[in-house]
């Protein structure tokens, strides 16, 4: 009954925002929430099922160029794009699955970054289509004869796609299948030996990761309304692993702390000129030394300190990768 | 017919061979050591009956299907269910949860299901099926402790418990009792007998220390060098030369 009462408070706190906050913080927050979802992606992947991606910004711009295309070249209607831009770029996280069957997890982790890559490529290319180098205009979202043309009203389409996303991932979490993705993290064998199919739980994990990503993609061109393929580089697959890192791998608390937390940091900093990136290395240095388990494990330190044993753990596979 | 046939299995990593030719039964409803020195080569017949590895050469068949044909997620489809020698637990896993990967199998709600939160009937059914286990095994009070933090012993205790959960016939245990102390090992040998009894379960066992064998198994196979050197009773196995001779220099204790 409190948590009731919580959750309702911070509900209500949320759909009141944008009575107290200036349309650009607004737009920043609708930022936060395309990288939320992305990085709740990238966790359920790679935090909870231990499939390293350094690729994901890969799945963000099929999920944007999917999202924008489908309204503009084959006018679906907007409601059903983000949820096909999201199937789209799931079923190319099947891609993903071939070198995640085969190879180690080093091996993986440069497989997904060579995905990235060759998204990277291809969109400049496929001018027909993309428009090329300069990207092209997204048009407007609208949804029974509403139009979603200021970022108000995109703020509400954000926050309920992000609140249904963190539903949909706590469902997966707490239900065989996230068992299924941490068994296969933790000990592959066992999980074998319990009838878990390697293919086919990595095959899923893949495909929601991708799906995830994909949507994130989708609200990513309506709120920001403009694409170009330069947006989708190695720095921001990096950027969305970060948050996942920063904010606690196989913890969904930890995937909103952190994906807020990086969406707003440039902002906070923007008054240190030149010392900003400074700043910014810094605070991460810091949070990586101080805590490891990410900011949510930091935070229940504090908060619930009879339940340390429960803390999400760092991934082995980047602890091997950074041990070598 | 014997409820699981191994015939002329032939294993070999590299220059090594590690089983050669190796034939035994086990028979529905009995609990059978396989024992030997370290390394001859016990861990690699399970990992075989797991699927982990293709052998070289022989068979192996439970309840007259070939298991050589199947892939590692479907040996417990068949009803064989294992414990690891060196812990199979996920250690950043609840007790609970870990116990609940067990059933795994058995869940009937679909994915899709799953992912919109249906199903929850299945999940607390089963959970409350999890919490009995513990409550017997006197774990309960573990329930939502990480299964990784928790005394080695334990574990073991929480990986059996978690096999049983999984509703197989056929039991593979590795070393359940290794690194247990005398009073552990008792009770681990007590516990193999009665779930065998209550839940009418087959028990294949790997032992390298040699109390526990002479104390719950019924049948023996004596493995050295990935080959079988003595099979029978207990107490015929103990009185064996060629078993005595795998055993020089290691202490052969008399249950
Ligand atoms: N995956 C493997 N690769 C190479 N050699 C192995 C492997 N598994 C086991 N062996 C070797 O096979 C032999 C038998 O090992 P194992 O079955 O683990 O023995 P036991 O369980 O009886 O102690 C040992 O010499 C071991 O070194
Ligand atoms: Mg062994």
Same mark, same amino acid.
Not at chain 2, 67 to 71: A, I, Q
């Given at each position: 009954m409190r948590r009731f009462i919580l959750w309702s408070g911070a509900l209500c706190l949320l759909a009141l925002a944008p009575l107290f906050l200036r349309s650009y913080t607004l737009y920043i927050l609708n930022m936060a929430g395309v990288y939320l979802v992305a990085t709740l992606g990238l966790n359920l992947l =790679? !935090?909870? =099922? !231990?499939q390293l991606s350094i690729g994901h910004a890969g799945f963000l711009a099929i999920g944007a160029y999917a999202g924008a295309l489908l309204p503009a070249k084959l006018a679906v209607p907007f409601w059903l794009s983000i949820p096909l831009a999201g199937i789209i770029s799931g079923l190319a996280g099947f891609i993903l699955l071939i070198p995640a069957l085969r190879l180690t997890a080093i091996y993986l982790a440069i497989a997904t970054l060579g995905f990235g890559a060759a998204v990277a490529e291809i969109l400049p290319r496929w001018t027909a289509v993309t428009g090329g180098y300069q990207g092209m205009k997204v048009p407007k979202a609208a949804f029974l004869g509403l139009t979603l043309d200021s970022d108000v009203k995109l703020y509400y389409l954000a926050l309920i796609i992000v609140i249904l996303m963190i539903l949909l991932a706590r469902n997966i979490v707490g239900s065989k299948l996230g068992r299924a993705f941490v068994a296969i993290r933790d000990q592959e064998r066992a999980a074998q030996a319990l009838g878990i199919s390697l293919t086919k739980y990595k095959a899923s994990a893949f495909f929601i990761s991708a799906f995830y990503t994909g949507i994130a993609g989708a609200l990513y061109s309506f709120v920001v309304g403009y694409i170009s393929p330069g947006e989708f580089d190695l720095a921001k697959s990096l950027l969305i692993f970060m948050m996942m890192a920063l904010g606690g791998m196989g913890s969904i608390p930890g995937s909103v702390v952190g994906a807020v937390f990086l969406t707003f940091l440039p902002h906070w900093l923007s008054g240190f000129r030149g010392l900003q990136q400074f700043i910014y290395g810094a605070a991460l240095v810091l949070v990586v030394i101080f805590a490891p388990y990410g900011i949510w494990g930091f935070v229940r330190r504090w908060t619930m300190p009879d339940k340390l044993q429960r803390l999400p753990r760092p991934l082995r596979a980047v602890v091997e990768f950074v041990r070598g | 017919m014997a409820m699981l046939e191994v015939e002329e299995l032939t294993m070999r990593f590299g220059g090594l061979k590690a089983l050669d030719g190796l034939s035994f039964a086990v028979e529905e409803g009995r609990i059978v050591g396989l024992i030997g020195p370290n390394g001859a080569g016990k861990t690699t017949v399970f990992n075989l009956i797991s699927r982990f590895y293709q052998p070289v050469g022989g068979r192996i068949s439970f309840q007259g299907k070939d @298991? @050589?044909? @199947?892939?590692p997620h479907q040996v417990l489809q068949l009803g064989i269910a294992r414990t690891f020698q060196n812990l199979g637990l996920f250690p950043y896993m609840t007790v609970l949860d870990n116990l609940l990967v067990g059933r795994h199998i058995h869940f009937r709600t679909s994915s899709w299901a799953l992912a919109l939160g249906l199903g929850q009937r299945e999940e607390r059914a089963f959970r409350a099926e999890a919490e009995q286990l513990l409550e017997r095994l006197g774990l309960a009070p573990l329930k939502g402790a990480v299964v990784g933090f928790l005394p080695y012993g334990t574990q073991k205790f929480i990986e059996l418990a978690r096999a049983l959960m999984a509703r197989a016939k056929l039991l593979l245990l590795d070393e359940p009792v290794a690194g247990m102390n005398a009073a552990e090992t008792q009770m681990m040998g007590q516990f193999i007998k009665r779930v065998r009894d209550e839940y009418g379960l087959t028990v294949l066992l790997v032992e390298h220390d040699m109390s526990l064998v002479m104390g719950i198994c019924e049948r023996v196979v004596v493995l050295d060098f990935g080959r079988k050197i003595a099979e029978g009773t207990p107490e015929e196995v103990q009185h064996n030369p060629a078993v005595i001779e795998a055993y020089l220099g290691e202490e052969v204790e008399v249950a």
């Open positions: =790679t !935090g909870y =099922t !231990g | @298991l @050589l044909r @199947l892939k």
